[in-house]
C-alpha cells in the first residue's frame, strides 16, 4: 500500500489525504489534534496486513458513524411499554444534511420493539440478525416464542461479542416488550453495557430527558399521562438537541402487540423576548 | 431378532423396508435395567432400578440433571447415555447464557433426536444404544419425551423402558388418566409403586431405585435415600393392610397377564438372582 500525505495547517482539525493505491481511492480523514504525530510513528513501524490496527483492516470495521439517529427515550406504564423517538437520520460533515423519515423503531416479533440510536446503517443490519432469529424461532412452530428478555439478551451477547472484535455495531438500543402480563425495558450500548429499568433514554435523552423522567415517573401511569410525559421529555430534546427534527413517532407495546403511531410535530414556543430582541442587554457588541 | 444378510450395516435396507442395525439398537435398550417416567401438569417424576455390576461394586448412574427445569433418565449402553446427557447440558447452557432463559424441553429433545437419526445414516457411525426419558418443564406446563436410538421421539404421560418395563407400563395404564391432576407426593409415590412392578416380587428397597423430580418451583434434583425408604415404608405398610381384602382378585389376573409379558419380552428369565444380560 502506498501511502503519502500532505498536511495543511490550517487551525483545527487537521487534514491528512491518504492516497491508497490497493484500493485506488481517496479519502479525507478528519482527525483530533496532534493525531498526524502519533500516524507517523505509526508508519514507520510497517505493520503486518492482518494486524488489528493496520490501516489496510481499518476500513473492514467500524471507526466512525456517518448517519446517526437520536435519542429515543421509552418508560413503563401500567402494563406496558411506551417509546418515543423522533424521525431524524442525520449526516455529520461539512454539508449537514438529514433524512427526515426515517423509523428509528421496529416491532420484533410478537412480543418486543426495538428503538435505536446511533448509525443507522448498524441498525438496519440488527434488524436483519433478528428477523433471522425470529423466523427460526417461528419455523419450530412449537408454541413457544422468544420474548422481550430473550431477545435483549440476545442482543447483548451480540454487541458484546462485536465490541469485543473492535468492530462495534455503533447503535444504542433500546428493547422493550410484554409477555405474558410481564412488561420488560432494557437497553443495551454499543459496548454491551446492558440493564433493564422502569425508564430508560439514549444519548442525549439520558442528559436532558431522564431527570424529568425521575422526577416525575410513577408506577400506575395512564396511557395519556405517558404520552405527555414523553412529549415533555421530546420537547426539551427538540430545543436542546442539536441532531433531533421535529417529527417524532410514539409507539405502545401491550400483550395484545406492537402500534406504532403516525408520526406528528410537538408545538413549540420561539416568542421569548430575548429571541425577538438579543440585542436588547448587550448594546454594542455582536 | 435373527441374523440375516441385511443387518450388518446401518445403511442398508432390508427388502422389507427395515433397518435391522437400528432395530438392534432399540434391542439394546430393552436390556438395559428399567427407568420410568410419569408427569401430572406441574411436576415430572423420573424413577430407575439401579443396576450394580457386582455386590462390591456400586450402581451405574442412570438418571442425570441437565439443567434446572430438564432431567434425563436412561436405559441400554450408559455410556451412550453419558454423552449425550452432556450434549444437553451443553445445549442447556448455551442457550441460558445466550438469551438468560431456559431452554424449552420441546426443542432441546428435536435437537437431540436429529443428533440420533444423523447416526442411522452414516455408514462410519452406529445408532446410540440408549433410550432418554426426558422430563422437564417449560412455558407450556410439564412435560415427558421419550427418545429412541431410531431419532423418534414421543411425548408421554407417562412411560417405561428398558427390562421388565411392561409390568410397569400395565400398571401406569391403569392409572394415567389420574395423573394430570394428582399431587406432587402422589405422583412420587405412582412412580415407586411402578419400580415396584418391574422388580417381580423382590423386595423394594430405597437402595435399588432411584427417585428424581421437577416441578413447578422445584429444580430438578434425585430424592436421597431416606425419603425415598420413608415413602416406601408408608405404602409397604398400608399394602400388608389391604393384601386380604381385596388385591388377590384383581391383582392375580393383572399379574399372570404381566407376567407372560415380561416372560416373551426378554426370553423367561424369572429367577430374580442372576440376570447377567442385564446391562
Avoid at chain 1, 431477545?151 to 433500546?174: A, G, I, Q
Avoid at chain 1, 401511569?221 to 433531533?244: H, I, N, P, Q, T
Avoid at chain 2, 432441546?108 to 443428533?115: I, N, R, T, W
Avoid at chain 2, 412455558?139 to 431410531?150: D, K, Q, T, V
Wanted: charged letters at 20%; a negative charge; proline letters at 4%.
Amino acid at each position: 500500500m502506498n501511502v503519502s500525505f500532505s498536511l495543511n495547517y490550517l487551525q483545527k482539525p487537521f487534514f491528512i489525504i491518504f492516497n491508497v493505491t490497493h484500493f485506488s481511492f481517496n479519502q479525507t480523514f478528519t482527525l483530533p489534534p496532534f493525531f498526524h504525530l502519533f500516524l507517523v510513528r505509526f508508519m514507520a513501524l510497517k505493520l503486518p496486513q492482518n494486524s488489528l490496527l493496520g490501516s489496510q483492516s481499518d476500513s473492514q470495521r467500524t471507526l466512525y458513524p456517518y448517519v446517526t439517529g437520536t435519542s429515543v427515550v421509552a418508560l413503563k406504564y401500567k402494563d406496558r411499554i411506551l417509546m418515543a423517538a423522533d424521525m431524524g437520520g442525520k449526516i455529520d460533515g461539512p454539508v449537514h444534511m438529514r433524512y427526515k423519515s426515517v423509523e428509528r423503531m421496529k416491532p420484533i416479533g410478537k412480543h418486543s420493539l426495538l428503538g435505536a440510536s446511533g448509525e443507522i446503517s448498524d441498525f438496519q443490519e440488527i434488524l436483519r440478525y433478528l428477523n433471522e432469529l425470529i423466523l427460526y424461532d417461528n419455523m419450530w412452530d412449537d408454541g413457544n416464542s422468544l420474548g422481550p428478555k430473550e431477545v435483549h439478551n440476545y442482543l447483548t451477547r451480540v454487541m458484546y461479542n462485536r465490541r469485543n472484535k473492535f468492530n462495534p455495531l455503533w447503535n444504542s438500543l433500546v428493547l422493550g416488550g410484554v409477555k405474558n402480563g410481564n412488561k420488560y425495558l432494557g437497553t443495551v450500548s454499543m459496548i454491551g453495557v446492558n440493564f433493564k429499568d422502569n425508564h430508560v433514554a439514549t444519548g442525549f435523552g439520558n442528559h436532558l430527558a431522564q431527570p424529568i423522567l425521575r422526577q416525575e415517573w410513577h408506577e400506575n401511569l395512564s396511557f395519556e399521562d405517558g404520552v405527555k410525559l414523553l412529549e415533555k421529555c421530546m420537547r426539551v430534546l427538540l430545543y436542546c438537541d442539536r441532531s433531533a427534527v421535529n417529527k417524532l413517532q410514539i409507539a405502545k407495546i401491550t400483550e395484545e402487540g406492537v402500534t406504532i403511531h403516525q408520526p406528528y410535530s410537538l408545538k413549540t414556543y420561539w416568542e421569548f423576548s430575548t429571541f425577538e430582541n438579543p440585542a436588547q442587554g448587550a448594546i454594542g457588541s455582536w | 431378532m435373527f441374523r440375516n444378510q441385511y443387518d450388518t450395516d446401518v445403511t442398508t435396507w432390508s427388502p422389507a423396508g427395515r433397518l435391522f442395525q437400528v432395530e438392534y439398537a432399540m434391542e439394546a435398550v430393552k436390556q438395559g435395567s428399567a427407568a420410568i417416567g410419569l408427569r401430572s401438569k406441574t411436576h415430572v417424576v423420573l424413577g430407575c432400578v439401579n443396576k450394580a455390576n457386582s455386590e462390591l461394586s456400586s450402581h451405574q448412574k442412570k438418571i442425570f440433571e441437565v439443567d434446572d427445569h430438564i432431567g434425563v433418565a436412561i436405559a441400554g449402553l450408559t455410556a451412550d447415555g453419558r454423552v449425550l446427557s452432556r450434549y444437553m447440558r451443553n445445549e442447556c447452557i448455551n442457550y441460558s447464557f445466550t438469551y438468560e432463559s431456559p431452554l424449552p424441553v420441546g426443542r432441546l429433545v428435536v435437537q437431540l433426536a436429529d443428533k440420533a437419526q444423523v447416526c442411522t445414516q452414516r455408514s462410519w457411525k452406529r445408532p446410540y444404544g440408549v433410550g432418554l426419558l426426558v422430563a422437564g418443564l417449560d412455558e407450556s406446563g410439564a412435560h415427558l419425551y421419550y427418545n429412541c436410538p431410531s431419532g423418534n421421539y414421543f411425548e408421554y404421560q407417562a412411560f417405561a423402558i428398558g427390562s421388565r418395563s411392561q409390568a410397569a407400563k400395565t400398571y401406569l395404564e391403569r392409572r394415567f388418566e389420574n395423573f394430570t391432576g394428582s399431587s406432587r407426593d402422589d405422583l412420587v409415590k405412582d412412580a415407586i409403586m411402578a419400580i415396584r412392578e418391574t422388580l417381580q416380587g423382590e423386595t423394594l428397597k430405597s437402595s435399588i431405585c432411584t427417585i428424581a423430580v421437577v416441578g413447578a418451583g422445584e429444580p430438578f434434583h434425585v430424592l436421597d435415600q431416606g425419603t425415598v425408604q420413608q415413602i416406601i415404608d408408608t405404602f409397604e405398610t398400608a399394602a400388608e393392610q389391604e393384601d386380604p381384602a381385596t388385591e388377590p382378585d384383581a391383582a392375580t389376573g393383572q399379574e399372570a397377564a404381566a407376567e407372560q409379558g415380561t416372560a416373551a419380552d426378554h426370553g423367561g428369565s424369572t429367577d430374580e438372582g442372576a440376570a447377567p444380560m442385564d446391562i
